[in-house]
Structure formats: C-alpha cells, structure tokens
Nanobody, 123 residues
Framework: QVQLVESGGGFMQAGGSLMLSCAAS????????MGWFRQAPGNEREFVAS????????RYADSVKGRFTITRDNAKNTVYLQMSSLKPEDTAVYYC????????????????WGQGTQVTVSS
C-alpha cells in the first residue's frame, strides 16, 4: 500500500522560509516521479513543482520559480520542497504526489496523493 506523508507546514510571515517533506512508502521511490501541488480555498489544485526519476529533472510553476526548490533523497524515500521569499498568495494546503510516469506533467498523471499540509503566510 502506497503512503505519502507530508510534514513541515505551518505559519510564516511574508518573506520567510519553510521546508516541506514528504516521506513515501510502498513504492519503488527511485523509479517514481514526485510532485508538489497546492490548493487554496475556492481554487483548483494546482501544480507547484516536480522532480523526475530519470536524470532528476525538475519543473516549476511560473509563480514559484526562483523561490521554491524541489529535491529528493532516494536513500530516505523522501522529497522536499524548500520554500523561500514566501508570499501571502502561497497560502494553501500543499500536497505531495507520486507516479511511476517519468514524463508526468499534469495533475491527472499522478496516481498517489498525500493528505496535505497547511501553509499559511501572513502579510
């Protein structure tokens, strides 16, 4: 059974930093594309960042480029999202997602989802 468990969310003032972690189990992590998505109240769940398992290539939403960094540690079956220069518009529930598809680009490409962790950024 695949499990994705996020941690690291919380409350932060604008301009601050937070790091999210997602621990995965029940899958072959080294052959899994990992992604982060977020959903603010009243909005659809949107893509934030992803890291592939072939070459470790990364992708970012335009809204977070230069501020967020996604990394992975295959030895720990964990993916991270380092968030810096946080803005109030980054406030959302952040979800970790996984798929064996090395070319995953869309939300629907992801098979497994965590329960989410709340990030709140105050102005």
């Amino acid at each position: 059974q695949v499990q994705l468990v996020e941690s690291g969310g919380g409350f932060m003032q604008a301009g601050g930093s937070l790091m999210l972690s997602c621990a995965a189990s029940g899958l072959t992590f080294s052959r899994t594309t990992m992604g982060w998505f977020r959903q603010a109240p009243g909005n659809e769940r949107e893509f934030v960042a992803s890291i592939g398992w072939i070459g470790g290539g990364t992708r970012y939403a335009d809204s977070v480029k230069g501020r967020f960094t996604i990394t992975r540690d295959n030895a720990k079956n964990t993916v991270y999202l380092q968030m810096s220069s946080l803005k109030p518009e980054d406030t959302a529930v952040y979800y970790c997602a996984a798929t064996p598809n090395p070319w995953a680009t869309r939300r629907d490409d992801y098979l497994y989802w965590g329960q989410g962790t709340q990030v709140t950024v105050s102005s």
